[in-house]
């Protein structure tokens, strides 16, 4: 067969190319299973898939009765395969559909038509609309900062190896598309996916063991091999282009940030030495690979002095070379970035105590080089090597390897990633009143109310006297915080003030709590009174609906406090605030949640342009849609005006950011829709402006009515509490080894203390999604009572139509009802042990599913739920037949698992598909906690 044969034979359109990368890849896993389990276990299979098919389409109870029989029949160890063979069949499907994405972009990009919107051309094209010219957008990336922040997530559940094996999947199907022109290279690939896909059928699904912190850490760490090594420096040269300046011009207006290691609210083991081990793990990811491109620039850079004119700057730099060897004599390049590696691995030995080993030659690693004391003087060094090859006519080879770089050097820094602090404002409260007892005997901080409180914050700043003293053993939870504090002090002084910029204190409800923060900071010296230095952001996370509400009176009383403003001032006058979609989703509602973040955000921007503040809003946004979950795309163009400003910083959830970033291509679709959004909401604040009055009202007569119907469900409705643990796999998540964070933020059961995410997690894997939905129904029947039906539903359209605030919430809302499945409910309803409390809850639930979407569909104006976007639509059908399945097993193994436990201990087996099963249908709904 030649090449023209093979390309006959290529699909013609891009919808049937995922059709057959999906039966590729299914077919693989299927003659795997048969070859090593037997038929017999894959015809299993394919008759509960059949059967699952049936009763999600039909709500057929035969094929209910039929396949509730099978599963109770099957031994656990047959429950086992059966549960990974359709997480397996979930993930490679996945696999596909992120493959045909990317080959939706390329064609897009290749057919030359206009670009897409969510694309840097697409935000680019857009600004110059609005005036955005060379010298605009060199001041504006001369003033942004925008940067996702890879979080950990204690719901977590890929392995590394499985992501690996994954990984090495995917990359194999962008290989068969543009790579394989012949049958041979054709039938070489395909024996490459059946090696990988049987070894991710014979690799272990779960952890042995819990993950650490540090576990956490290294995980993250790998997305920067993955992606944002190669992703980050290539968006950096398209903005320079974009803005007209030269190489590595603009400042570092794009960072990855992170707080894996430096998040200790609800995490009990984060402390002073993970936080010095984080940093020095970020350290040395970046420095091992700044000195790997140098030793490859080496190679790349043989010039000869002889042929080439170099600059007196390259000659000193050759001239300081360790490498005395004749066989590089006279190519001074080579010379003069052996003076680099030499200095980089003497920087590495400084910062980390260690030798650097592998990828240097004798004569670099006995160097007795001087370590660089700033990254801005190995950016020097490199901009040395660049301008010399400008000047003699290559200047195109500085703009490759060199060129990356570079700007990977001024993007990551020593420390790859600023280092995010965060603690629960009650811990700095009872740190602060045990220190002020120490200090001041019989000073009772705990006693005193709000404004007392910040009076005696406000004198302690005002004064460099310490309140700690070495000679006092504090307790165990202020020497704890105490010594975080001075390590990261200890950090500023090691790698310099980037390496952790930000303090974040989670449940903010007052202006005491960010005075608390800053006399901590004073007692650590990273807050300098004398000298009016404040070296890191003081960040107040705003989460509950009480909290947001308060957040623009908080932030107007701490820019009236004179001693702050001093600090701002030396800081340029930007405030970062953040705001927690997770936790007041969980207090309020999804419709709530959403209509008091944008409340918020109107009121901040007010309180910052009054005191000439320039506001940077920080994003807790989570992967599903109960978490402010959803397109990044329209999420940031629905922010008020004046809330960007090319400032924004925005989590990336951990359980997504293996989806989002594992492949370079995907990374950098998903950077880019974070710039081009950026971008065209500070272009055009204009277009997400408040609307006329009507719209407010009625949204916010919206947000009362479903937060009425929210609260009655879940915080007013007797034995709630017991229903979501029974009906739900909330307990078993408690048990599973999965993130390094408890689910609780204490021991009881109350739904107060359970933490957002696994609150999320559960109803998503019982596919009810509450969190995303629930109170919607009810709030629009309540608005057309007291509207008129058509007059409020046209109200409604013409929201939905003219209001991105609106539009976004209800396309997600969309996206997470056509995810969740009633019928499948019913089996995990079935699971509650009080048939009563099951019969007063579950058909309220659905009941509230059906009106939601009833008046979804009606002010959309579909037919069916996701009709506006039929490439999503098709991707969530296409998921169900190895989804639903899953459901049905896991309700299987957790009835066996539950009554076991009553009877003693459930077996490892049983516990083990438990687990296996909630892995499963985490990735196959991929934005699931």
């Not at 070894?199 to 540090?214: C, D, G, H, I, P």
């Not at 996370?541 to 623009?552: G, H, K, N």
């Not at 309180?607 to 599903?624: C, M, T």
Request: charged fraction near 25%.
């Amino acid at each position: 067969m030649d090449t023209s044969e093979v390309q006959a034979r290529r699909p013609e359109s891009l919808d049937e190319a995922l059709r057959e990368d999906i039966r590729l890849l299914g077919r693989i896993l299927g003659d795997t299973i048969r070859a090593i389990d037997g038929p017999a276990t894959f015809g299993l299979i394919e008759t509960i898939r059949q059967l699952a098919v049936r009763y999600h389409r039909d709500q057929d109870k035969a094929a209910q009765e039929e396949l509730e029989t099978i599963l109770a029949g099957l031994s656990d160890d047959e429950v086992n395969s059966i549960t990974r063979a359709f997480g397996y069949f979930s993930a490679l499907a996945n696999i596909a559909e992120d493959h045909h994405h990317t080959r939706r972009w390329r064609a897009h990009i290749v057919g030359g038509s206009a670009p897409r919107e969510d694309s840097l051309a697409g935000g680019l094209a857009r600004a110059r609309a609005h005036g955005f010219d060379e010298a605009r957008l060199k001041a504006f990336f001369g003033g942004a900062y925008i940067a996702p922040v890879l979080t950990a997530h204690p719901t977590e559940v890929q392995r590394r190896s499985i992501l690996d094996c994954l990984d090495a999947i995917a990359a194999l199907l962008t290989r068969r598309d543009r790579l394989a022109d012949t049958r041979e290279e054709h039938e070489e690939i395909e024996a490459e996916l059946r090696a990988r896909v049987v070894t991710l059928w014979q690799t272990r699904v779960l952890r042995k063991n819990k993950l650490s912190v540090l576990d956490e850490v290294g995980n993250a760490l790998t997305f920067f091999d993955a992606t944002f090594f190669t992703e980050v420096p290539k968006l950096y040269a398209a903005m320079e282009q974009a803005a007209g300046v030269g190489l590595a011009e603009l400042p570092a207006f794009l960072e990855i940030g992170t707080w894996i290691g430096g998040d200790r609210d609800g995490n009990p083991f984060v402390d002073a030495q993970v936080l010095r081990a984080a940093l020095a793990a970020q350290a040395e990811k970046a420095l091992s690979h700044y000195i790997a491109e140098a030793r490859a620039l080496r190679k790349e850079l043989p010039f000869a002095s002889l042929l080439v004119k170099v600059t007196p700057e390259l000659k000193a730099l050759a001239d300081a070379s360790p490498d005395n060897s004749e066989h590089r004599a006279g190519e001074p390049y080579r010379l003069a970035l052996a003076s680099v590696q030499a200095r980089l691995a003497a920087t590495y030995e400084a910062l980390l105590g260690r030798q650097h080993i592998g990828g240097l030659s004798s004569a670099v690693r006995g160097a007795d080089a001087a370590p660089y004391e700033q990254v801005e003087e190995f950016t020097a060094d490199l901009l040395v090597v660049a301008r010399s090859l400008e000047a003699h006519g290559a200047g195109a080879l500085a703009q490759g390897r060199l060129g990356a770089l570079l700007r990977a050097a001024k993007a990551f820094g020593w420390t790859l990633a600023p280092l995010d602090m965060r603690q629960n404002s009650a811990v700095h409260e009872r740190v602060v009143a045990e220190l002020l007892a120490v200090a001041q005997p019989g000073t009772e901080y705990l006693a005193l109310d709000e404004q007392a409180r910040i009076g005696l914050l406000l004198k302690e700043l005002e004064t460099a006297r310490p309140l700690v003293s070495p000679h006092v053993n504090y307790s165990a939870e202020t020497a704890k915080e105490l010594a975080l504090f001075n390590e990261a002090r200890a950090a500023h002084l090691r790698y310099g003030k980037r390496c952790i910029r930000t303090m974040i204190i989670s449940k903010t409800d007052g202006l005491s709590d960010m005075l608390e923060l800053a006399v901590l900071l004073k007692e650590a010296g990273l807050l300098r009174p004398a000298e009016a230095v404040l070296d890191v952001n003081i960040v107040p996370l705003f989460e509950t609906i009480e909290d947001l509400r308060a957040a623009s009176g908080i932030m107007e009383a701490l820019f009236r406090a004179p001693v702050y403003r001093r600090l701002l001032a030396r800081r340029g006058d930007v405030q970062e605030v953040m705001l927690g979609y997770s936790d007041s989703n969980k207090d309020g509602g999804f419709t709530t949640s959403g209509w008091e973040l944008y409340r918020a955000e109107l009121g901040l921007v007010e309180v910052f342009a009054r005191h000439d503040v320039r506001i940077r809003l920080f994003h807790g946004r989570g992967g599903s849609v109960g978490r402010g979950g959803g397109p990044s795309y329209q999420a940031i163009l629905a922010q008020p005006p004046g809330a960007v400003r090319g400032q924004i910083r925005l989590t990336e959830q951990g359980e997504v950011i293996a989806a989002k970033y594992g492949n370079a291509e995907v990374g950098r679709r998903n950077l880019e829709v974070i710039l081009a959004a950026t971008l065209a909401a500070s272009a055009e604040p204009a277009a997400a402006a408040p609307p006329e009055g009507t719209f407010m009202q009625a949204l916010g007569e919206l947000s009362d009515n479903a937060f009425a119907a929210y609260r009655n469900l879940v915080y007013e409705t007797e034995g709630f509490e017991d229903y979501f643990w029974q009906s739900t796999v909330i307990s078993e998540i408690a048990a599973l080894n999965l993130g390094s964070r408890p689910a609780s933020r204490s021991k009881s059961r109350s739904i107060e203390d359970l933490r957002a995410i696994p609150w999320v997690f559960s109803w998503a894997q019982c596919r009810i999604m509450l969190p995303g939905w629930y109170g919607f129904g009810t709030a629009v029947e309540q608005l057309l009572a007291a509207h008129g039906e058509a007059e409020g539903m046209a109200l409604l359209q013409g929201m939905f139509q003219n209001w991105p605030v609106f539009s976004t919430l209800l396309s997600n809302m969309d996206m997470v009802l056509a995810k969740a499945d009633m019928g499948i409910a019913a089996r995990y309803a079935d699971l509650v042990q009080d048939e009563a409390l099951r019969e007063r809850i579950f058909p309220r639930i659905v009941a509230e599913y059906k009106r939601t979407i009833r008046y979804l569909l009606m002010i959309t104006g579909q037919e069916a739920l996701l009709d506006h976007n039929p490439v999503l639509r098709r991707a969530v059908i296409n998921r169900f037949p190895y989804l639903d399945p899953l459901n049905h097993v896991q309700v299987e193994m957790l009835r066996r698992y539950r009554e076991q436990s009553e009877e003693g201990e459930a077996s490892e087996r049983i516990r083990r598909g438990v687990h296996i099963s909630i892995n499963g249908i985490a990735s196959a709904l991929r934005n699931s906690g």
